[in-house]
């Protein structure tokens, strides 16, 4: 299958600094991919929506100024947390859309901030 | 609003046997549905799907049931396996969305 390449798969930062997570898809061109967030226990909730050359598409709640979507090329997409706080703890998983319905899942980054 | 549920959150089976993960949904216009595996501190694989126009699919060990009139989607596992122990998501979708259950964590006993 299609494969999503996330790094990094473990971060831990100090309160107040900027964290960057890659997405690549290694073997296909993604021009949408999707950011997730999972809390212990809770369901993957989808954060934004990331086009290639374009604007994100953030959820309701999710504050697009914290987290910076960029997906400069049909490979490549990042999220920046920036001015990261403990609350922003979680594990976050990027994934792109193949065959219209199908997705595929990057391996994830659990990001602890102290 | 949670569309997609999945009301057990944990399941124990003895190797060998059939593990069956529920999966409820409340939005009917969902037209294709997914099942994902997810390790500990790893994404979600791909690991069988099912279109709603249809009621089975079946893909070796792995045997995914739809139930369009009870809006209900179960995953059959048989027979189960120690590395089959993980969480498993379930997944709806319809037009450009995705949405998933809490998940069910299987613990396949040896």
């Known amino acids: 299958g299609a494969v999503v390449s996330q790094h990094p798969s473990w971060v831990i930062c100090k309160s107040g600094t900027s964290v960057k997570i890659e997405c690549r898809s290694l073997?296909?061109?993604?021009?949408?991919m999707f950011w997730y967030r999972q809390f212990p226990k809770q369901s993957l909730m989808l954060m934004a929506t990331?086009?290639?050359?374009?604007?994100?598409?953030?959820e309701q709640g999710v504050e697009k100024d914290k987290f910076l979507i960029n997906h400069a090329s049909l490979t490549l997409s990042t999220l920046t947390v920036t001015s990261a706080h403990p609350e922003d703890s979680s594990f976050y998983i990027c994934?792109?859309?193949?065959?219209?319905?199908?997705?595929?899942f990057g391996s994830g980054t659990q990001l602890s901030v102290l | 609003d949670q569309q997609v549920k999945q009301n057990s959150p944990s399941l124990s089976v003895q190797e060998g046997r059939i593990s069956i993960l529920n999966c409820d949904y409340t939005?009917?216009?969902?037209?294709?549905f997914l099942w994902y595996k997810k390790y500990p501190a790893e994404g979600p694989t791909f690991l069988i799907s099912?279109?709603?126009?249809?009621d089975k699919n079946e893909d070796g060990r792995f045997t995914v049931f739809l139930n369009k009139s009870a809006k209900h989607l179960s995953l059959h596992i048989v027979p189960s396996q120690p590395g089959d122990s993980a969480v498993y998501f379930c997944?709806?979708?319809?037009?450009?969305?995705?949405?998933f259950g809490t998940g069910t964590s299987l613990t396949v006993i040896p």
């Open positions: 994934s792109a859309r193949v065959q219209n319905e199908k997705l595929f």
């Open positions: 073997d296909f061109q993604a021009t949408t």
């Open positions: 990331s086009n290639e050359g374009s604007k994100a598409t953030y």
């Open positions: 939005n009917s216009m969902f037209d294709y």
């Open positions: 099912i279109s709603s126009i249809k």
């Open positions: 997944a709806a979708y319809t037009g450009n969305q995705f949405y």
